[in-house]
């Protein structure tokens, strides 16, 4: 077979898998369970080879189907974020000490985040810019920290100098994933 052949056999045999994903799908898995021992042959000595290359490959496969899945997901949440916010009220609910936990292990953070020198004064007016900001325009304001408490690469403190006071959305959207100046 020359290359004009190969390309025209190539594009019939990709026009058939299109037209007949079934037929395609039913002769695979009986090719696979009739040749059980030489595809595990093939693929011991593929490993034996090149033993790293089976490990890049369901690596590079896998974050590119979880960025995909993850995208998906944030784009469902955002089309459905009644049902989303419905979800979250039944779970709390139903788990109240969960939550309670939850709740506890945030303010201990703030607590331990506090050091001495920050200025109570000011954190508290900007908790009520927050709240007057939020009944002024109708809808809510958040106090976020720019730097997060909590974050695999930097913990920030809760002072006035790391507190700002934002739309919630924004705040929800960024959760601690990234901050002004990220290194």
Not at 54 to 73: G, I, M
Not at 100 to 124: D, G
């Amino acid at each position: 077979m020359n290359k004009i052949e190969k390309a025209k056999h190539a594009e019939a045999m990709r026009k058939y898998r299109a037209a007949h994903p079934e037929r395609v799908i039913a002769s695979r898995k009986k090719f696979i369970e009739n040749n059980k021992e030489k595809i595990s042959a093939e693929k011991a000595l593929a490993y034996k080879l090149n033993p790293e290359r089976p490990k890049e490959r369901s690596r590079k496969n896998y974050y590119a189907n979880h960025q995909v899945n993850l995208d998906k997901n944030k784009e469902w949440r955002a089309n459905n974020r009644d049902l989303m916010n419905t979800y979250k009220r039944k779970y709390v609910k139903s788990n109240p000490l969960k939550f309670l936990a939850y709740t506890q292990k945030r303010n201990a953070q703030k607590l331990n985040a506090m050091p001495a020198w920050a200025n109570m004064f000011f954190i508290q007016e900007i908790y009520e810019l927050a709240y007057m900001r939020t009944k002024a325009t109708g809808f809510v304001w958040h106090v976020d920290h720019m730097v997060p408490l909590q974050s695999k690469i930097v913990c920030g403190l809760h002072t006035e100098q790391n507190l700002a006071v934002i739309p919630a959305h924004e705040n929800l959207v960024k959760g601690n994933r990234f901050w002004e100046n990220m290194p």
